[in-house]
């Protein structure tokens, strides 16, 4: 809500005191949501990506396994 704010027009400071957050934190905060254009024309946002990043990992791993696992199991 207060990226949104910050957003509207509101400034860092006027959100910390209304609301009790450091400033750093809403920097933070706003780092973290503000979406980045790709290549493709699309957007992102830090934390998109960060989540893109696990998946892709995980994927690498389950790929991993069924490579070794076809290779077991083409040898019998």
Same mark, same amino acid.
């Given at each position: 809500?207060? #990226?949104?704010? !910050?957003?509207?027009?509101?400034?860092v400071r006027e959100l910390?005191? =209304?609301? @009790?957050? +450091?400033? #750093?934190?809403? !920097?933070?905060?706003?780092?973290?949501?503000s979406p980045v254009e790709? =290549?493709? @024309?699309? +957007?992102?946002?830090?934390?998109?990506?960060?989540?893109?990043?696990?998946?892709?990992?995980?994927?690498?791993?389950?790929?991993?396994?069924?490579?070794?696992?076809?290779?077991?199991?083409?040898?019998?």
């Amino acid at each position: 809500m207060v #990226v949104d704010l !910050y957003y509207s027009g509101q400034s860092v400071r006027e959100l910390s005191s =209304e609301y @009790g957050v +450091s400033e #750093v934190t809403i !920097y933070t905060r706003i780092k973290k949501l503000s979406p980045v254009e790709t =290549e493709d @024309g699309s +957007s992102v946002t830090s934390e998109d990506y960060a989540e893109l990043k696990r998946q892709m990992l995980k994927l690498q791993q389950e790929n991993e396994i069924l490579k070794k696992a076809t290779a077991i199991f083409a040898k019998k």
